[in-house]
C-alpha cells in the first residue's frame, strides 16, 4: 500500500471508544519497549507519529492509527493498532489487571478482522509472558506474524543463534520469523507485502459480499 495520510485516530481505554470506521486492522503486541510504536512509524513514513520513547510502559492505552493510501490502484484505509506493552516491572497488580482485561476486550471485539504482529527482541529469549501470549493468539485463531526486532543490535553470527533460540522458545518455524529493524528499516517492505495481502482479501471478501446481496435483491 502506498501511504498518503496517517494520523492517531483515537487513544482508547474500552470499546464505545475505539473508532466506528475500523474495516482491516494490524495489532501490534509485545512487551514493553520492543519497538512496537516504532515499527508503526517506519511502516507508514512518520518519524515519530506513534510516540516511542526509551522509557518502557509509555504507552499506556490503545492507540488506533488510522492510514489511509492506495492499494492495487484503489483507495484503501486500514488501521495500526498499537497496544501498550507488557513485562514492565514497575506495574501494579490491580494496573496489569486493568492492562489485561483492556487488550483481552480489545482482541475480542469483533468490530474488526485482526492481524496480530508479536513484537520480540532479536537480543534475548522470549519471556515466560511472550510465549504466553504466544499460544493464547495461535490458541484463539488468530492469524499472526512474529517480528524479530532491532536485528541491526545483532551481528551476522549471533543472528543466525538468536534466531534459533526464539524459534525453538515460540514453536514458529525460522522460516515464518520476520527479522526487523526500525532503524535500518529491513523487512519493511516485506511487512507491506503481508499486510497489502491482508488488506486485498478484505477487499475480496467485500465485493463477494456486496455481490451477493445484489443477486438477492435482483431475486426479490
Ligand atoms: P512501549 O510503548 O513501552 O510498549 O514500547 P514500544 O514497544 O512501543 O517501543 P518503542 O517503539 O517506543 O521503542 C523502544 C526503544 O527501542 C526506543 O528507544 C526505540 O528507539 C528503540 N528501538 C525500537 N526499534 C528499534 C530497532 O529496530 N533498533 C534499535 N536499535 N532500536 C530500536
Ligand atoms: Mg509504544
Not at 510502559?57 to 486500514?78: I, S
Not at 551481528?155 to 520469523?177: D, Y
Request: charged fraction near 25%.
Amino acid at each position: 500500500m502506498k501511504v498518503k495520510f496517517a494520523e492517531l485516530a483515537t487513544s482508547a481505554v474500552k470499546r464505545d471508544q475505539y473508532p466506528a470506521d475500523r474495516g482491516r486492522e494490524i495489532v501490534l503486541l509485545g512487551r514493553s519497549n520492543a519497538g512496537k510504536s516504532s515499527l508503526i512509524n517506519v511502516m507508514i513514513n512518520r518519524k515519530n507519529l506513534a510516540r516511542t520513547s526509551s522509557a518502557p510502559g509509555k504507552t499506556r492505552l490503545l492507540n488506533f492509527y488510522r492510514v489511509r493510501g492506495e492499494l492495487a490502484g484503489q483507495p484503501q484505509q486500514m488501521y495500526f493498532v498499537d497496544l501498550p506493552g507488557y513485562g514492565y516491572a514497575k506495574v501494579s497488580h490491580s494496573e496489569r489487571d486493568r492492562w489485561l482485561d483492556m487488550i483481552d476486550s480489545f482482541l475480542t471485539d469483533p468490530g474488526a478482522e485482526k492481524y496480530c504482529w508479536q513484537l520480540v527482541d532479536i537480543r534475548h529469549a522470549p519471556s515466560a509472558q511472550d510465549i504466553t501470549l504466544h499460544n493464547t493468539l495461535k490458541a484463539a485463531g488468530y492469524r499472526m506474524l512474529t517480528i524479530v526486532n532491532k536485528a541491526d543490535k545483532v551481528s551476522k553470527n549471533q543472528r543466525a543463534g538468536q534466531l534459533k533460540l526464539i524459534s525453538q522458545t515460540l514453536g514458529v518455524p525460522k522460516s515464518e520469523l520476520m527479522v526487523f529493524s526500525a532503524i535500518t528499516k529491513e523487512g519493511a517492505e516485506q511487512l507491506w507485502e503481508l499486510a497489502d495481502a491482508f488488506l486485498l482479501e478484505g477487499r475480496e471478501e467485500a465485493e463477494a459480499m456486496a455481490k451477493e446481496a445484489d443477486s438477492a435483491a435482483a431475486e426479490a
